[in-house]
Structure formats: C-alpha cells, structure tokens
C-alpha cells in the first residue's frame, strides 16, 4: 500500500458557487469527495488541508505555513500532492524548492482552470494526474496539470492559452 500526502491550499480547483454572495468562492474543502469517486486500491491518500484561499491572496506567512506543514510529512518518504490555485502555483513550487533543496520525493503542485464539479472542470484529470505521477517521479518539485509535468522552477501560467507552458530561457548577456 502506497501512501500519499494531498495537502489542500484552495484555488480554483476548491471553489463552489456561493448562492449568497453570488459568485464562486473558496468555502470549504471538496478534494476528499472526488477522491473517493476514484479507484485507487493499492493507494492510501491521506488528505491534509492547509488552507482554503485564492492563490492570488497567498502571503509569503501562507507559503511559510504550508512549508512547516509539509517538514513533518517528508520524512515519512511518501510523496506529496499539493492542490493550489495557478495564478500563483510557480511561485509557491520555487518557495519549496528553495525550502527543501535536497528532496527524496516528489513533489507535485496541481490544480484546475475551471472548479470541480463545473462543467467541463479539468480539476478531476488534474488531480487523478497528479496522484499517478507522485508515485512515478523522481524527487523534486513538479507542476502537473493537463497531461503534463514540469519541474516547477522552468515553466510558467500561459493566460491566453489558459494552461502552463515551458518558461522561455532567459537571455544571457
């Protein structure tokens, strides 16, 4: 039986709609429902919230907490799926990365465009990734989303193309 850690920091894939304030909001965590929608037998996936925000209010105190959050469960040597919003979710990778340079297991940071439970959510496919590939990479800290991985330190949110692309190299002079 394989554990994994799924630490829930809010973001889009956690919104619901608000019928009182008439918009979509960070209220409560969902994660542990749609996880039980999948199979999974051979998987122990222990659900960690941290915090229910919009990725866009994440403070550097937030990332710090989510740091000390995760010190204890890396030295169970079981990999950690992070649920975050993508507006920000680079930066948190790189936050972590700097935290924990010498990891030995993955990391992966994923999230969705669109909430769960919407109408053509990507935030299902996004997280049943996310599972697969913390059980298949190497340690490190990785952004999975779409049917992709990136190391978290080279690749950046593509608005217009509403997912995360390759960061362009930078020049050198």
Known sequence: MQTIYVLT???????????????VVNDASKIGQYLDLLRLPDTDVQVVPVMNKDSLEM????????VSRLSPLLESGCPIVITHGTDTMAETGLYIQ?????????IVLTGAMRPLGFEHSDGLQNLTESLLAARLLAPGVYI????????ADRTIKDRELGTFVPKPPTPTA
């Open 9 to 23: 920091t809010g973001g889009t894939i956690e919104k619901m709609y608000s019928e009182q304030a008439g918009t």
């Open 144 to 151: 999975v989303i779409h049917g992709q991985v990136f190391p």
């Open 59 to 66: 403070t550097s105190e937030d990332r710090a907490e989510l």
């Open 98 to 106: 700097k935290a924990f340079p010498a990891l030995s297991v993955p």
